[in-house]
């Protein structure tokens, strides 16, 4: 079993910055896909980026403000968040895919609420 705790979420007025974690209760040196979902009051969880085999990718909604990375030292990752807008608002998710024995295995945080005021 694998644990994800998210903390870094808050209340930020329109403009300013925060930064979201995510601790991984293992090594995440082998783990090549992660990243972060959002997903906003009466809408559909919705990618927000990702760290694949190395590479970033982000969606079109967040390119230029937000930056994802990881710390395989100390088991964590990272969403910089800049710039933010009211529509940025969204419960945030980091997930990590886990191959254990002969498949991979999704595992989620419990989610972190971010509020963005105009």
């Known amino acids: 079993q694998v644990q994800l705790v998210e903390s870094g979420g808050g209340l930020v007025q329109a403009g300013g910055s925060l930064r979201l974690s995510c601790a991984v209760s293992?090594?995440?040196?082998?783990?090549?896909?992660m990243g972060w979902y959002r997903q906003a009051p009466g809408k559909q969880r919705e990618l927000v980026a990702t760290i694949i085999s190395g590479n970033t990718n982000y969606a079109d909604l967040v390119k230029g403000r937000f930056t994802i990375s990881r710390d395989n030292a100390k088991n964590t990752v990272y969403l910089q968040m800049n710039n933010l807008k009211p529509e940025d608002t969204a419960v945030y998710y980091c997930y990590v895919d886990v191959f254990i024995t002969d498949n991979y295995y999704k595992y989620w945080g419990q989610g972190t609420q971010v509020t963005v005021s105009s």
């Open positions: 293992r090594s995440i040196f082998s783990i090549n896909d």
